[in-house]
Nanobody
Framework: QVQLVESGGGLVQAGGSLRLSCAASIGSPMGWFRQAPGKEREFVSSISGSGTYARYTDSVKGRFTISRDSAKNTVYLQMNSLKPEDTAVYYC??????????????WGQGTQVTVSS
């Protein structure tokens, strides 16, 4: 059974940084999504299994960086210059590099990120 375990969420002031981690039981393309209260789950970033390809939604380009440590089957999301609108539950997902949540068969439990103004 595939397991994804996220960590690293928390409360930070606007302009601050957080790094999310997702430890996976498989090596595969991975993605990060987020869901704010009352909103649909949205794509944030994804990375190929080799780590050579990454993509980002426009609102986080230049602020967030996705990376992976293949030896540890762990994917990271470094989030800098955080804004209050980044507040959401962040989910790690495995199985695709696409922007649609439907393309990912495996999901973590989510970690809360709260950015105060």
């Amino acid at each position: 059974q595939v397991q994804l375990v996220e960590s690293g969420g928390g409360l930070v002031q606007a302009g601050g940084s957080l790094r999310l981690s997702c430890a996976a039981s498989i090596g595969s393309p991975m993605g990060w999504f987020r869901q704010a209260p009352g909103k649909e789950r949205e794509f944030v970033s994804s990375i190929s299994g080799s780590g050579t390809y990454a993509r980002y939604t426009d609102s986080v380009k230049g602020r967030f960086t996705i990376s992976r440590d293949s030896a540890k089957n762990t994917v990271y999301l470094q989030m800098n210059s955080l804004k209050p609108e980044d507040t959401a539950v962040y989910y790690c997902a495995a199985g695709s590099v696409g922007t649609s949540a439907q393309g990912y068969p495996y999901w973590g439990q989510g970690t809360q990120v709260t950015v105060s103004s």
